[in-house]
């Protein structure tokens, strides 16, 4: 009984491991937060990306929604940003593309941009474009439920407890030296790290989801301890 038990501890180990690393993986989606804004406000969004592979993702595009329209954006060191604009003038994508190595397996990286919320009350989609640097693509514009989501923001008066002001000015939005005018005022403005937002809910599925794994591996070692106990018999 005890030599068939030491047999199958490697595969119980790599069973738990498996398991334990799924969870993570299933609940590590590209996100942009808060979750909730109110109309009209010059929102400080952050998204956040997980690579979720072996290798690194080397670019994200965020495609900026019709409307919502993004002001400003904070520079951040080994990363290069661009902007895509309608015949308007208004930012259609952002793009952030590694001059480093990018995001590492378990590692995450956070970008922070401030936009103008629509006047009225509705449900935001944020649609993300993650390129790894095997050159495959996640796609993260799926509804609710799906494999790669996009993020919701809900914007809402009913909700909202900040003023529709967050300390806006009137020049135009930041691209990068790609011939946008920017003011002093703009730079010091993009300069200023946001605040991290914490993520309860994604913290909440993770835990379930941790939980739910263990039980399930621990209910599998009770079955296969008690099968062997009757095959000894």
Do not use: C
């Amino acid at each position: 009984m005890k030599t068939l038990l030491s047999k199958r501890i490697p595969f119980l180990i790599t069973a738990a491991a498996g398991l334990l690393l799924f969870s993570g993986i299933a609940s590590a989606h590209v996100t942009v937060k808060p979750a909730t804004s109110a109309p009209g406000a010059w929102e400080t969004y952050t998204i956040k990306i997980p690579s979720e592979k072996e290798v690194a993702t080397t670019k994200v595009t965020l495609k900026v929604p019709e409307n919502v329209d993004l002001k400003q954006y904070q520079p951040v060191p080994e990363w290069k940003v661009t902007t895509e604009k309608d015949a308007s003038g208004k930012i259609k994508t952002i793009t952030w593309s590694a001059t480093g190595v990018g995001i590492n397996a378990g590692e995450f990286q956070q970008f922070n941009f401030v936009a103008q919320n629509p006047d009225q009350d509705a449900d935001v989609a944020w649609d993300a474009y993650q390129y790894y640097k095997d050159g495959s693509i996640v796609e993260w514009t799926g509804d609710e439920g799906a494999d790669s989501p996009h993020s919701i923001t809900k914007i809402t008066a009913a909700e909202s407890t900040e003023p529709a002001d967050h300390g806006h000015d009137d020049t135009a939005s930041t691209d990068n030296g790609a011939g946008a005018d920017t003011s002093a005022q703009d730079q010091a403005a993009a300069s200023t790290p946001a605040p991290a937002t914490a993520d309860s809910g994604s913290s909440g599925v993770q835990t379930a989801t941790l939980v739910a794994s263990i039980a399930a591996l621990l209910l599998s070692i009770v079955s296969l301890i008690t099968s062997f106990t009757k095959r000894r018999q």
